[in-house]
């Protein structure tokens, strides 16, 4: 128990603000996040095109199909409200926490990067390719440049192994 | 009577049809753990293959595939947070955390022994009392269907992550997204802007593997510098005080499962929802507060989803109404070998009922052992580094999301769902209740329309169904009874608090 | 890519010119319905057998979404070599009206129609309608029944357009997403009758569990030989007839012709099978067995009963006569 309770400290404490991994235990804090305003307002907005869309499709009955996504909309729009609501009584972010410093450290940045460039050059080189050189890349960055050998290994038997699989046992045609 | 211990013994005393089981069963965990491969998948698939052998092979194949997929997809729910199929949603839930606290080998014994008792209770129903459940699930009504999807909607008060207004939020945008596509019944497009590719609809499993697979990955990426959790081993069969403390709760679910599974249309999700739902407001001291890695809470979810196999069985044995994808492909496959699903298949063909309960009864003892010896090298998994793990599982996520449809738009799908899963977290939005709402919002939409039309779109008959009519009335109780069930009053009175 | 595509369709046509060679590796079919409905089986049935007479496998995939249009839309923009082929329904022949896509079976040939399903009207075993008179006056008389239906485009909404369009009546509906679920709310005693395709009734009927009313067809069906044709209640069906769904194989229209015979061969030779005609017989279905010119007129008379349909019965957005579909005539 002593044990359990040291790694959820370290959990919690990894983190600049408060914990990302525990995500079930979310708990509310006094400060809002750097952009918690903008995601109330981007919400609110899905819900406002959500609805404003759900206009053009057949309505005049409680069973036509327009009812849900009317309902959908507006439950988006009043719970963003809220947030929104909720999110300005709370005290301004720190100074020290900026928006992008919060959304993307740099290791998500580049690992985002990495996955934009994957959608890019899976089409035009192929997945084994492309896959490979997205794991090799992953790993090296990740790891700092240490253990480029095992990295070059590990991706290649993974990959070997998901082929295998998919396209000789499931006879999927990679792309 | 004799005649049908008879038909039971066929696999028995048929070494092929044993061996085809357990290799059914191997086969089908880690079609069920690898994330976009299905059960339904693998089924379609031996369908063609097995074409030229005899049937009771094939069926043998199959049930094994079957059981091991089922179980297959909580492996990765509790390793990587990844369900592997949705019915193991709920038990990532609590076993990720697990795995967190270095309990995951635990976890996956845990979640073994439930499932085979489970699948044994599931098994139990189907041959004592397929045709009385068989007519009575007949009787659910499209009112009841939507109420049951109201019913799993509520959930999102449980795996919300804490903010409940955000978890409704959350919820909403995916029952607005599962809008997006043609209506399947009135073949309308909605929100699909001329797009051809949005015709289609959003497939939830896409949506799922990149809410809970990518958004995860880049998750782990924001505290770079922690160690992979180190896993115990050493005790991962619970004893038989815990697996007795667990009884009541594990019957209870599993019947559920059964019944939910029994329902043509909905399987072993909505089951596995449900039961985690019920567990979490009905048990009183539980091992940890849920939501942080209860034990209840993949004991309820597991024997639900495991319940729910046997309970797919039973419409479609006695009726020839599939309970679920896998069985609607079962059909087929009875089809194309000559025989005629339906009612009269219990007549014509008796053995195929008793060799399937069979099948399932060996399939579920190879789950057990096959299931335990895997454990560890599953346990092992986790505690890979993270640098090297989650490069793989995003490679993993993008072939498992191709492999669906073999479409790779559905592959940008998911890398924009997973980008946009990481921002939501990080704001206390939880995934799950986005993926409940992509799961549940066509169910939500189209019964409720269809419970509409059945009133003639008059609202007062329509309000009226649901208190003269036993089973909405009864569930309509049950609904009021769990939303007051979440008032810190009523779980102040009961001592849950 | 499209460069990549001509490339391939003229190594294609080359290869089939040059060395007759076709089918020279595995073959892709793209099923338009998802695993286990009426088109997956039969697809599934005849694919088994039509690839023993090619030499090569041909590796089925279901690949769903807006009744088929995703599926007709890919194939169609595959070289037209013949390694594609799409396994369709009818639902194509409504795609220009309902104006969900603008690729429709003109951009195919059909390599082999292999089943018809014809429609046919049922209640439940208790319900009080012993005919298909007894229903249709109990709807004229102004009595609520509620009918289940699809989406405009499937083989029940535009049975239940045809009776109401026939009849003057009006029924209550309610939609589901596909037969089965009309069948199993048929059975609940959610709804009072629908019109489905025979291949998923027959085995209800047979047993028992749901009454056959009519037959939409002008002669009874071997299999169900027990439920009348709906002709023999009302000759004013008959400008509508013949009129069901079909399956079949396609490949696009640019195919080489011998690539095209090469298929059709194996499939004639499949559909003639024992095997094949045993899974006909257990489903309860029709067979159709035609190819070329008159798989088309086949296709043509569908598409025009069906289109005009629709668009009376206000579900179509377009006129037929815009994509000169021409209406039925009587006979």
């Known amino acids: 128990m002593v044990k359990n309770m040291g790694l959820q400290a370290e959990g919690a404490g990894g983190e600049p603000s408060g914990t990302v991994k525990e995500l079930s235990k979310y708990v509310p804090e006094a400060r809002r996040k750097p952009g918690e305003l903008g995601i109330a307002a981007i919400t609110f907005l899905l819900g406002a095109l959500g609805y404003y869309f759900a206009l053009d499709m057949t309505s005049g009955e409680y069973s036509s199909p327009s009812v849900f996504p009317k309902l959908a909309s507006i439950v988006i729009m009043a719970c963003s409200a809220f947030n929104f609501i909720k999110a300005v009584w709370r005290e301004k972010p720190e100074a020290s926490l900026t928006l992008t410093g919060y959304l993307l450290p740099m290791d998500v940045v580049v690992v985002l990067v990495l996955l934009v460039a994957y959608c890019f050059i899976l089409p035009r080189l192929h997945f084994v390719a492309s896959s490979y050189a997205f794991m090799v890349i992953g790993m090296v960055y990740l790891q700092r440049g240490k253990n480029i050998v095992r990295a070059l290994i590990i991706s290649a038997v993974s990959l070997a192994v998901l082929v295998a699989v998919f396209r000789y046992l499931f006879l999927v045609i990679l792309p | ?18 061996m085809l089981i357990w290799v059914g069963v191997f086969a089908g965990i ?78 996956i014994g845990l979640c073994t022994t439930v499932s085979v008792f489970a699948s044994f209770v599931g098994i139990l129903a189907l041959s004592v009392a397929a045709p009385v459940i068989a007519n009575f699930s007949l009787k ?4 009841d269907f939507f109420l049951l999807a109201v019913m799993g909607i509520l959930l999102i008060g449980s795996i919300g992550g804490g903010d409940p207004i955000k978890g409704i939020t959350a919820g909403a945008i995916g029952v607005l997204l599962s809008m997006v596509g043609m209506d399947p019944s009135t073949g309308e497009l909605r929100y699909t802007f001329g797009n051809i590719y949005l015709m289609a609809g959003i497939s939830f499993v896409t949506a799922m593997i990149g809410l809970f697979g990518v958004s995860e990955a880049l998750t782990q990426f924001r505290n770079a510098g922690k160690k992979s959790p180190k896993q115990n081993l050493d005790r991962i069969i619970p004893s038989w005080t815990t697996f007795l403390k667990y009884l009541p709760l594990s019957i209870r679910s599993s019947l559920l499962g059964v019944f939910i599974g029994a329902l043509p249309g909905t399987g072993g999700d909505v089951a596995a929802l449900l039961a985690y739902d019920q567990a979490k407001r009905t048990v009183r001291h539980p091992s940890r507060p849920f939501g942080t ?95 090297i793990i989650m490069p793989v599982v995003i490679i993993l996520s993008v072939i498992g999301t191709y492999a669906i ?93 | 890519m499209r460069k990549l595509g001509v490339a391939l369709l003229m190594a294609g046509v080359l290869a089939g010119a040059a060395f007759g060679a076709y089918p020279e590796k595995n073959i892709q079919g793209y099923i338009m319905w998802g695993a286990g409905g009426a088109m997956d089986n039969v697809s599934r049935a005849i694919v088994p057998i039509a690839q023993e007479h090619l030499g090569k496998t041909i590796i089925l995939q279901n690949r769903t979404g807006a009744t088929g249009a995703i599926a007709t839309t890919f194939v169609a923009n595959q070289p037209a070599d013949g390694y594609s082929i799409l396994f369709g329904a009818e639902n194509p022949n409504l795609y220009k009206v309902t104006g969900l896509s603008q690729i429709d079976y003109d951009q195919f040939e059909p390599v082999f129609l292999m089943m018809a399903n014809v429609g046919v009207v049922i209640v439940s075993k208790d319900s009080p309608y012993a005919s298909y008179r007894e229903l249709i006056e109990a709807a004229a008389s102004g009595k609520t029944i509620t009918m289940g239906s699809t989406g405009p485009g499937g083989l029940p909404y535009v049975a239940t357009t045809m009776i109401e369009k026939i009849h003057g009546v009006k029924f209550n509906k309610m939609q589901f997403d596909g037969e089965g679920p009309c069948i199993t709310a048929l059975m609940g005693g959610h ?4 019109a489905v395709g025979l291949l998923a009734a027959a085995n209800f009927i047979h047993s028992g569990s749901v009454k056959g009313l009519a037959m939409i067809s002008s002669e009874r069906i071997e299999s169900v030989a027990s439920v009348p044709a709906v002709t023999e209640a009302y000759e004013e ?7 069901g769904a079909f399956f079949g194989a396609f490949v696009r229209k640019e195919t080489p012709a011998e690539v095209l015979d090469v298929l059709r061969s194996a499939f004639a030779k499949a559909f003639q099978d024992p095997r094949f005609d045993e899974f006909a017989k257990t489903m309860g279905g029709v067979k159709l067995g035609i190819t070329g010119e008159d798989a088309k007129k086949y296709i043509k008379q569908n598409q025009s009963v069906a289109a005009w349909l629709l668009y009376d019965a206000g579900g179509a957005k377009f006129s037929p006569a815009d994509f000169g579909i021409e209406r039925p005539q009587a006979k």
């Not at chain 2, 069979?358 to 998994?381: E, N, Q, R, T």
């Not at chain 2, 109780?477 to 608090?497: A, D, K, M, N």
């Open chain 3, 237 to 243: 069906y008959r400008p509508y007839l013949p009129w």
């Open chain 3, 191 to 194: 709804i009072d009758a629908v």
């Open chain 2, 293 to 387: 890695g209860a034990y209840e809470g993949i004991v309820a979810p597991e024997t639900a989803n495991k319940g729910a196999i046997g309970g797919a069985f039973i419409p479609m044995l006695t009726l020839g109404i599939p309970g679920d994808a896998v069985t609607a492909i079962i059909i087929g496959a009875l089809y194309i070998h000559g025989l005629k699903p339906g009612p009269m298949l219990m007549i014509e063909t008796p053995h195929l009922f008793w060799m399937i309960v069979s099948c399932l009864s060996i399939a579920s003892v190879a789950l057990m052992v096959l299931g335990l010896v895997s454990v560890k090298p599953f346990a092992k998994i986790i505690e890979i580094p993270k640098e």
């Open chain 2, 30 to 107: 880690w079609v069920g753990a690898i994330p976009g491969l299905s059960v339904t998948m693998a089924a379609s698939l031996l369908i063609s293959f097995t074409f030229s052998w005899d049937l009771n092979s094939a069926l043998a194949l199959i049930c094994g595939v079957f059981v091991g997929g089922v179980y297959g997809g909580s492996i990765t729910a509790i390793l990587l947070n990844i369900p592997g199929a949705p019915a193991a949603i709920a038990t990532g839930i609590e076993g990720y955390p697990l795995a967190q606290r270095g309990e995951a080998g635990k976890a």
């Open chain 2, 140 to 143: 659910f009504s499209p009112r």
């Open chain 2, 1 to 18: 009577m004799e005649q049908n211990l008879q038909y039971f013994l066929i696999p028995f005393l048929s070494w092929e049809m044993m």
């Open chain 2, 405 to 497: 449809q073999n479409s790779v738009v559905d592959i940008f799908y998911m890398i924009g769902f997973g980008i946009i899963g990481y921002f939501l977290r990080l704001y206390g939005y939880a995934t799950g209740p986005m993926v409940l709402g992509l799961i549940l919002g066509p169910m939500l939409d189209a019964n409720y329309r269809r419970a509409m039309q059945g009133a003639e779109n008059q609202i007062l008959p329509f309000l009226e169904g649901f208190l003269t009519n036993p089973i909405s009335l009864f569930l309509t109780l049950s609904i009021v009874f769990l939303i007051v069930s979440q008032t810190s009053f009523y779980r102040r009175w009961r001592g849950l608090e």
